[in-house]
């Protein structure tokens, strides 16, 4: 049989760490042993989670087309795959019997004739590995929503302000000692009653604003996001959110505020959406027109949905959450396994591990290397500046690009740590998450059966009064295998 060889790293930093030439070597040598015939080698330094991957695109399009078949050889599932967006596609292929799969370090080939126990295991891996990314995404979020607390700005620091590194390698804004006088000088204009943004604009730029702004010139534009820019008061906008942050105001709130009274033309409250939560909002398509399917509050107590109707195509039809619900609960007695298939599950978590931990360990001291050379690198520069060797400009501008490598793999480190350990527990919290579903939702508030339904559910769409579901994988074998002996029929 032909082979074709897949070696992929997510990163430059992996590339020159000599990944790809390892993972080639080991992959060459397992076909070598099966009496493969090496017809291709790719060898991908990318993303796995780009909407384009041409080399992924190009090995299915060169397997479609051949007239034997093919054998994939790739390290780990997490290689080929980071989501289940592929596996129409390879499944596809295998059902046919034009493409077999070999993940090299799971010691799991999948081709035409594979059961259900090797295709579930397949799934957990890239269970496994779609859970990484999401996590990897988990945390950013987390990040931010801790420096929102703390009263940190995550973006670039608005006019008037600078974003600045310390010496410890922590990130903050202080004061631009340029432009804050600009920014003081638009609101006390503005507040007049007599300045557009337009004569603002022009003002500024006769009184130097370029100069102090490395020569961009102000525009009209300009001057309205300044002036409708609650952060100089000691807020800030974020997700549509007021928040209070810690760094210096620059303008009063009583200023802000005849500012704001001036560019309205009158007082006007902050228009607030009050109301009940309602379950289905923004989960249901209309199977007819695509459109969006809106729920409604009858009689301040029973909610109704029906296709919202944009298109102007659709009959209205009005449908009970009840209903709606009713048969949401239905498939959650669907995704429960057998004792039998939880212990196979189970067996190939706890080989998995055994595998991360020495993927985990060698990661772990390549960051521990790069973050000691990284603080040598500081304590020399620290040395040379007490002596006299540079001169202060080059010290900061040194010391901030070193300072930000720090940070920077101490965040790699830590953000690498968790995921790890959090992936090795995903697929055991899955399967005790499916066989307690239904008592989890029924219990759950509002926003977490929300978050519920769209970790279970990849479409809900309605067509009439008939609400079609469609599992996520991997529960949508679970509920398959209830019915069918080999999962994928």
């Given at each position: 049989m032909?082979?074709?060889?897949?070696a992929?790293?997510?990163?430059k930093?992996?590339e020159d760490?000599?990944?790809?030439?390892?993972?080639?070597?080991?992959l060459t040598?397992?076909?070598?042993?099966?009496?493969?015939i090496?017809e291709?080698?790719?060898?991908?330094?990318?993303?796995s989670?780009k909407e384009?991957?041409k080399?992924?695109?190009q090995?299915?399009?060169?397997v479609k087309?051949?007239?034997?078949?093919?054998?994939?050889?790739?390290?780990?599932?997490?290689r080929?795959?980071?989501?289940?967006?592929?596996?129409?596609l390879l499944?596809e292929l295998?059902r046919?019997g034009?493409l077999?799969?070999?993940?090299?370090?799971e010691?799991?080939i999948?081709n035409?004739?594979?059961?259900s126990?090797?295709?579930l295991?397949w799934?957990i891996g890239?269970?496994f590995?779609s859970?990484?990314v999401r996590q990897?995404?988990d945390?950013?979020?987390?990040?931010?929503?801790?420096?929102i607390?703390?009263?940190q700005?995550?973006?670039?620091?608005p006019?008037?302000y600078k974003?600045?590194?310390?010496p410890?390698?922590q990130?903050?804004?202080e004061?631009?000692?340029?432009?804050?006088p600009f920014?003081?000088k638009i609101?006390?204009l503005?507040?007049?009653?007599?300045?557009?943004?337009?004569t603002i604009?022009?003002?500024m730029c006769s009184?130097?604003?370029?100069k102090?702004?490395?020569?961009k010139?102000?525009?009209?534009?300009t001057?309205?996001?300044?002036?409708?820019?609650p952060?100089?008061?000691g807020?800030m906008?974020?997700?549509?959110q007021l928040?209070?942050?810690k760094?210096?105001?620059?303008i009063?709130e009583?200023?802000f505020?005849t500012?704001q009274q001036?560019i309205?033309?009158?007082n006007?409250s902050?228009?607030?959406?009050?109301?009940r939560p309602?379950l289905?909002?923004?989960?249901?398509q209309?199977?007819?027109?695509g459109?969006?399917?809106?729920g409604d509050?009858?009689?301040?107590?029973?909610?109704?949905y029906?296709c919202?109707?944009s298109k102007r195509?659709c009959?209205?039809k009005w449908?009970k959450?009840?209903?709606?619900?009713?048969?949401i609960l239905t498939?959650?007695?669907t995704?429960k396994l057998?004792d039998e298939q939880i212990?196979?599950?189970i067996?190939?978590?706890n080989?998995?591990e055994?595998?991360e931990y020495?993927s985990?360990?060698?990661?772990?001291e390549?960051l521990?290397?790069s973050l000691?050379?990284?603080q040598e690198?500081?304590s020399?520069?620290?040395d040379m500046?007490i002596?006299?060797?540079i001169?202060?400009q080059?010290?900061h501008?040194?010391l901030?690009?070193?300072s930000?490598?720090?940070q920077r793999?101490?965040?790699e480190l830590?953000?690498?740590t968790?995921?790890?350990?959090?992936?090795?527990l995903?697929?055991q919290d899955v399967l005790?998450?499916a066989?307690?579903a239904?008592?989890i939702?029924?219990?759950?508030?509002?926003?977490?059966?929300?978050?519920l339904l769209?970790?279970?559910?990849?479409n809900?769409?309605?067509h009439?009064?008939?609400l079609?579901?469609?599992?996520?994988m991997p529960?949508?074998?679970l509920a398959?295998?209830?019915?069918?002996t080999i999962?994928?029929?």
């Amino acid at each position: 049989m032909k082979a074709i060889i897949f070696a992929r790293v997510s990163s430059k930093d992996q590339e020159d760490g000599q990944s790809i030439p390892s993972q080639v070597r080991r992959l060459t040598e397992y076909a070598i042993k099966k009496n493969f015939i090496i017809e291709s080698t790719f060898q991908v330094t990318e993303s796995s989670t780009k909407e384009t991957r041409k080399q992924f695109d190009q090995i299915i399009a060169f397997v479609k087309k051949a007239k034997e078949p093919f054998a994939l050889i790739t390290d780990t599932v997490d290689r080929l795959q980071r989501s289940f967006r592929e596996t129409p596609l390879l499944d596809e292929l295998r059902r046919q019997g034009k493409l077999e799969l070999h993940f090299l370090r799971e010691g799991l080939i999948v081709n035409q004739t594979s059961n259900s126990a090797q295709l579930l295991q397949w799934d957990i891996g890239v269970l496994f590995a779609s859970s990484y990314v999401r996590q990897l995404g988990d945390n950013v979020k987390r990040s931010q929503e801790q420096c929102i607390k703390n009263g940190q700005w995550i973006s670039k620091a608005p006019y008037g302000y600078k974003n600045i590194a310390l010496p410890s390698g922590q990130k903050t804004i202080e004061v631009n000692q340029e432009q804050a006088p600009f920014v003081v000088k638009i609101f006390e204009l503005y507040a007049k009653g007599n300045n557009s943004f337009q004569t603002i604009a022009a003002k500024m730029c006769s009184e130097g604003f370029a100069k102090a702004s490395r020569g961009k010139p102000i525009t009209a534009r300009t001057v309205e996001l300044i002036l409708k820019n609650p952060f100089y008061t000691g807020m800030m906008f974020v997700k549509k959110q007021l928040y209070p942050h810690k760094y210096p105001i620059l303008i009063s709130e009583w200023l802000f505020n005849t500012v704001q009274q001036t560019i309205s033309g009158h007082n006007k409250s902050p228009i607030q959406y009050l109301g009940r939560p309602i379950l289905f909002r923004g989960l249901i398509q209309c199977k007819h027109c695509g459109g969006t399917v809106t729920g409604d509050i009858k009689k301040q107590k029973y909610v109704y949905y029906s296709c919202h109707n944009s298109k102007r195509i659709c009959t209205k039809k009005w449908i009970k959450e009840e209903v709606l619900l009713e048969k949401i609960l239905t498939y959650f007695d669907t995704i429960k396994l057998t004792d039998e298939q939880i212990h196979e599950v189970i067996d190939h978590i706890n080989q998995h591990e055994a595998l991360e931990y020495e993927s985990l360990k060698s990661t772990q001291e390549r960051l521990n290397k790069s973050l000691n050379l990284a603080q040598e690198r500081i304590s020399k520069l620290i040395d040379m500046h007490i002596d006299g060797k540079i001169d202060s400009q080059t010290y900061h501008l040194k010391l901030e690009e070193y300072s930000s490598e720090k940070q920077r793999l101490l965040l790699e480190l830590k953000s690498y740590t968790a995921n790890k350990k959090i992936e090795a527990l995903t697929a055991q919290d899955v399967l005790k998450l499916a066989q307690r579903a239904k008592q989890i939702f029924l219990s759950s508030k509002i926003e977490e059966k929300q978050e519920l339904l769209r970790f279970f559910f990849s479409n809900l769409r309605l067509h009439n009064e008939k609400l079609d579901v469609e599992l996520r994988m991997p529960f949508k074998d679970l509920a398959i295998s209830q019915d069918q002996t080999i999962w994928r029929g």
